[in-house]
């Protein structure tokens, strides 16, 4: 008996490619696979920034944070100027 | 005179010709009325009125009668005239009285009718006596006080001496009319002119209001709790009470029909004044007095029956007699116990939906017909069903589920409408339903099969009942669902555009990948396999094209999810398989080897034992057997053999294999059931601190009654308070200090 696959129908969840699956925002402090505090569902509407710097965030939370007088710009974390990594 | 003098006389200043004049003198002696004026004009009039009321002709013209009572009246004779005439009516009618009493008393049909003769009789006369003393009626009795003008003094004369209230004339003719009545309730044929020239003349007496009617209700109250009482207990001994209560309806709704027709002028004999009063006695004695043993006798019978003509009198009768709310009751009585025996009847599980659907249908058809949409009962059968419905926790709503799944399925070879239509049904159960989030949970689980096996009947279904769920539970009720959809048309569009590329067309195997956002899709447990070299390499160049257009992910295999379809050439046939990954894995490894043991496959392909198990059962003792098995037992163990079934063969040329994966485990569903009350757990979390931060203290009752205000599923007071107990554990309220039963929310 000879079996050859024709068509594949394959599923896969994506996930963010963070080192630590249970990492937290640096901010809101919820787990990267969750959601910033005023998104309601986690994914493509709450999406993650990667800063040059190597630290992630929710982009929701970090742009709150980059609006505000006091951060200067910085990141949080290292108090760097944040720049995003190039997608 | 002549024209000449004419012409001038204005200027000449002549005087006018005299005008002659006429004197009146008085008589010299005044004309004087003969002394026997009077008495001779009486004597005239008296042998008229004789005349009349002896019914003999009259012999001078009626005319100058008339003439001579308006001569007295001119002569101021008026009071002596009306005195005279009033002596003499009342001597006819007390001849007339003598006559009816020489009658034995009695109440026969021959006393009656001599009774309607005389009143007739007697009217005639007045009528005639009345036109001839006209003017006496108009200037003297009309205009007096303290007399009767001559037609009331003759009724009230008849009134006096012939039908004395009290008196036995009266009586005899009362008992009379209605010993008829009853005679023609009990179903004979009465003279209904008599009876109604009677009750005229009753009337015209100013009899009927109070002296007759009083009466004629006590009797028809007897005759009616005689009959009411009667067919009541046949109602109530009966075996099947449904059809003595159909007819006890009928017989109700034909004697008002009977009283009523009784109360019609000119067709039945009594005033429409007592047509109220009469139908409301037959169905107050039917049915109001024994109104609750009525329909524990037949209500149920006739619900289950269908007895739509039957329940719709029902409803009328008991409408006009002011009792809607005992029937109410009762149906929203019988609603409940034959719902929660369909619902709590773990044996009809299969068939639960279709039932509760049917008997949904039948409540919704009795409400709208029979019982005329009326709101209180449209109320009180929404109501049961919410109450029955959930009795069983979470199973109904399961059910629901995976009958709205079995609908989208296969489609049932209905037609857009009626599915559409068996969909809304569907829905108006679910409305009841207070644990929705069991209906999503599943639901949900069944739609992601769907989507991912590619298993709906209709896109457009699928998208029509989402709305519906939407209009029905709001938006965040359905987002989740809707993200569903949305992967799976991105995922369409990734397809195409990972087909396009060109690494995409070195692989020889055309693979398509759905790709899930997390936490939207249901969770499904992770599956380790080995994957063979070539495949493996596909996933790696998908999950590279993949993280080339979305940076910062990566890409989870579901293996579990997947599935295939193979191109399988037997030595008897070439057929096209469609199978799913597993099988797949499984079948691939026979492409080098003619025989393995379940160990072999089992390392080969590093699945789970549970899970290999029910793949090689699949393969090898399904309906489709693409391997045999030795030995042909149905459980399979680590030694047990497996080799290619040579002989294969099957009618169609795409072939599916039905995976058990495909069919719900226990497992399955048990978990879907856990999920869903972690979830809650949850919930009831985030509620009760919610609550307790807006309101610091609270005491546990007015916590309790917060929390299940805002729940949307059912909760037991004891999971409620281990809950709490949970929160205090973890610091988010402590009880107070002094009073144990007050909570105060931590900050």
């Not at chain 2, 399904?622 to 042909?632: E, H, Y």
Request: aromatic share 8%; hydrophobic share 40%; glycine share 4%.
């Amino acid at each position: 008996m000879k079996m050859k696959i024709k068509r594949w129908q394959a599923v896969a969840v994506w996930k963010w490619d963070l080192p630590d699956e249970d990492d937290v925002c640096g901010i809101c402090r919820n787990v990267f696979d969750g959601c910033c505090p005023d998104c309601k569902s986690p994914g493509d509407d709450c999406p993650l920034i990667w800063g040059q710097c190597s630290h992630v965030f929710h982009m929701h939370c970090l742009l709150k944070w980059l609006e505000q007088e006091s951060s200067r710009g910085q990141c949080p974390m290292d108090r760097r100027p944040f720049v995003a990594a190039s997608a | 005179m002549d024209k000449g003098k004419a012409v001038d006389r204005g200027s000449n200043g002549f005087a006018p010709a005299k005008k002659p004049t006429l004197v009146i003198k008085g008589f010299k002696n005044k004309p004087k009325l003969p002394d026997d004026f009077e008495q001779t004009s009486w004597q005239k009039l008296e042998k008229a009125v004789r005349a009349i009321q002896s019914s003999q002709r009259v012999q001078d013209s009626l005319e100058e009668l008339y003439r001579t009572v308006e001569n007295l009246c001119l002569h101021k004779y008026s009071e002596t005239t009306y005195t005279r005439l009033s002596q003499e009516m009342e001597r006819q009618i007390k001849s007339v009285k003598a006559k009816l009493e020489s009658f034995p008393p009695s109440a026969s049909l021959a006393f009656l009718a001599e009774v309607r003769d005389a009143w007739t009789e007697h009217c005639r006369q007045m009528l005639l006596i009345r036109s001839l003393f006209l003017y006496l009626d108009r200037t003297y009795a009309l205009q007096t006080n303290g007399i009767h003008p001559i037609w009331e003094l003759s009724v009230d004369m008849f009134r006096t001496f012939v039908l004395t209230p009290g008196g036995a004339t009266l009586v005899g003719s009362m008992k009379g009319l209605l010993l008829q009545i009853t005679s023609e309730r009990n179903g004979n044929v009465v003279s209904r002119d008599l009876l109604r020239s009677i009750v005229q003349a009753l009337l015209d007496l100013d009899l009927y209001d109070l002296i007759f009617e009083p009466e004629l209700l006590a009797e028809t109250d007897r005759f009616y709790t005689e009959e009411g009482d009667r067919l009541t207990s046949e109602v109530t001994q009966a075996p099947d009470g449904g059809v003595a209560l159909s007819h006890l309806l009928k017989r109700v709704e034909q004697r008002v029909q009977e009283e009523s027709n009784r109360c019609t002028p000119n067709v039945g004999y009594l005033t429409p004044s007592s047509r109220r009063k009469l139908t409301q006695l037959a169905e107050a004695q039917f049915v109001k007095r024994n109104a609750r043993a009525l329909l524990d006798a037949g209500f149920d019978k006739l619900m289950d029956a269908k007895a739509t003509d039957d329940l719709t009198r029902l409803y009328t009768v008991f409408n006009r007699i002011q009792c809607q709310d005992l029937l109410r009751d009762k149906f929203t009585n019988y609603t409940k116990t034959k719902g929660s025996a369909i619902v709590t009847d773990t044996t009809r599980d299969a068939t639960l939906v279709d039932d509760l659907l049917e008997f949904k249908l039948r409540i919704d058809t009795t409400v709208s017909g029979p019982f005329r949409n009326d709101e209180s009962f449209v109320h009180a059968a929404k109501e049961s069903f919410e109450r029955f419905i959930n009795i069983r926790p979470n199973k109904p709503a399961e059910l629901v589920a995976k009958y709205i799944d079995n609908l989208m399925r296969q489609g049932k070879g209905l037609t857009d409408q009626e599915q559409e239509g068996l969909l809304d049904r569907c829905l108006s159960l679910f409305r009841f339903i207070q644990g929705k989030d069991v209906f999503e949970a599943f639901y949900k689980r069944d739609l992601a099969k769907r989507l991912l096996l590619n298993r709906s009947s209709s896109d457009d279904a699928e998208k029509s009942m989402l709305m519906k769920l939407r209009q029905e539970c709001g938006s965040q009720f359905t987002s989740k669902l809707e993200a569903m959809f949305k992967d799976i048309e991105l995922s369409k569009d990734l397809a195409t555009a990972f087909k396009a590329t060109t690494t995409a067309q070195t692989l020889d195997v055309d693979l398509s990948v759905s790709v899930l956002a997390q936490g939207v899709w249901p969770s499904y447990p992770k599956m380790e396999v080995a994957v063979p070299e070539a495949l493996a390499r596909c996933t790696k160049v998908f999950a590279d094209f993949y993280v080339g257009k979305h940076k910062g992910r990566k890409l989870d295999w579901q293996p579990a999810l997947a599935h295939c379809t193979l191109k399988a050439s037997f030595p008897k046939a070439t057929k096209e398989l469609n199978v799913s990954f597993f099988q797949t894995l499984v079948l691939l490894l026979f492409n080098e080897n003619k025989s393995l043991s379940f160990r072999e496959i089992q390392q080969a392909t590093r699945l789970e034992a549970k899970e290999l198990t029910r793949v090689m059962q699949s393969l090898a003792l399904g309906k489709v057997r693409v391997l045999n098995k030795s030995p042909k037992s149905k459980d399979v163990s680590d030694d047990h053999l497996f080799e290619v079934n040579e002989t294969f063969q099957h009618e169609l040329f795409r072939v599916k294999i039905n995976a058990i994966q495909q069919k719900e485990t226990p497992e399955e569903q048990k978990a879907t059931n856990t999920r869903v009350f972690e979830d809650r757990k949850h919930v009831v979390d985030a509620v009760i601190v919610r609550i307790m931060k807006s309101r610091k203290t609270l005491s546990h009752t007015e916590l309790t009654r917060e929390v299940f205000g805002q729940l949307k599923f059912p909760l037991d007071a004891k999971e409620l308070k281990k809950v709490i107990e949970g929160l205090i554990d973890r610091e988010f309220l402590r009880r107070d200090d002094k009073d144990a039963s007050m909570f105060v929310y931590v900050a």
